[in-house]
């Protein structure tokens, strides 16, 4: 079993945020794959599937982001799962607009949905990095991650969505650069 953890913050009026493409990505991939019903248990929502063969539990903390760690870490003690069964898609400042990159491990960048995973958990858990881009200067950051994408990025923020989603395969199966390359492709003009 593996859990899947979308960081975001509860609520409408956060629903399309750039802090909460995690979220979004739970959803799509849920529905892409017809996981079962929305549950709430480890100070979250769950969906339960499966892609393949592999077992996913899909989780939105709803301890808002900056308790994210609350959340995952009580979900991966209930199964008895390591840090090595942890997925956690987050946004990116460091990484442009829908580009979508793996990796395990490393900082946190001044993200508090890792920030409160890491203190949780320890830094060794598999990040997938949803871009979202930099405002340009650090003084737009917040309002920019805290903000609604815009009308002109909905299409290119869908496709993207879809990709992640129809790609999942490759993340459950643990090849990584795979994903992230049929991502890539799908993501082509």
Same mark, same amino acid.
């Not at 815009?150 to 869908?158: F, M, T, V």
């Given at each position: 079993m593996q859990i899947w953890a979308g960081l975001g913050n509860p609520g409408a009026q956060y629903a399309m945020h750039r802090?909460?493409?995690?979220?979004m990505v739970a959803d799509a991939i849920a529905e892409v794959h017809g996981f079962g019903a929305v549950k709430k248990q480890f100070q979250g929502w769950t969906q339960e599937g499966r892609i393949g063969s592999t077992r996913i539990l899909l989780l939105k903390p709803a301890t808002f982001m900056n308790e994210s760690?609350? =959340?995952i870490g009580e979900a991966l003690r209930f199964y008895k799962l390591g840090v090595e069964a942890l997925t956690v898609f987050h946004d990116e400042l460091d990484i442009a607009p829908f580009r979508v990159k793996v990796k395990t491990g490393g900082g946190t960048a001044g993200h508090n949905g890792l920030r409160s995973t890491d203190q949780h958990l320890g830094p060794e858990f598999r990040r997938v990095r949803l871009g979202i881009g930099h405002p340009g200067h650090k003084d737009r950051v917040t309002g920019y991650v805290l903000g609604n994408y %815009?009308? %002109? #990025?909905? #299409?290119?923020? =869908?496709d993207m969505l879809g990709a992640v989603a129809a790609e999942a395969k490759w993340l459950a199966e643990g090849d990584d650069v795979r994903f992230m390359n049929d991502v890539a492709l799908r993501m082509q003009p």
């Open positions: 802090h909460n493409v995690g979220f760690g609350r =959340s %815009a009308k %002109a #990025e909905i #299409e290119p923020l =869908s």
